[in-house]
């Protein structure tokens, strides 16, 4: 039976660590939404909230690990930060990312 390698070794292995400033993109697998996964004791993660536990610390119960430069891909943990989902909404209505599309009525 063969053992997989650690989540942490298995992470650098499927990214890109470029300058401190810049996004670290994630090049395995991603979700629909276009966030990086990796398996971790079996279950499917987030590799952004990964990268956050590895370099930062516990997730809080309840929060969310959110991106400054709206990448979802992006794993530098320099542009992440750990927020509620009301956060994530207000972040997203500043930077005007939000869209809510007008009903005509019949």
């Not at 810049?22 to 004791?41: D, M």
Request: positive net charge; hydrophobic residues 35%.
């Amino acid at each position: 039976m063969t053992v997989a390698s650690p989540p942490e070794e298995r992470f650098y292995r499927h990214m890109v660590i470029m300058a401190d400033d810049e996004c670290w993109p994630w090049i395995a697998g991603k979700n629909a939404c276009g966030y990086g996964t990796i398996g971790v004791y079996g279950r499917s993660t987030l590799a952004h909230r990964l990268s956050w536990q590895m370099h930062r610390g516990e997730i809080p119960r309840g929060k969310n690990v959110l991106h400054t430069c709206d990448v979802p891909h992006c794993v530098n943990p320099a542009h992440l930060f750990i927020g509620t989902q009301m956060d994530n909404i207000h972040d997203m209505e500043r930077k005007q990312r939000s869209y809510h599309p007008r009903v005509q009525a019949p």
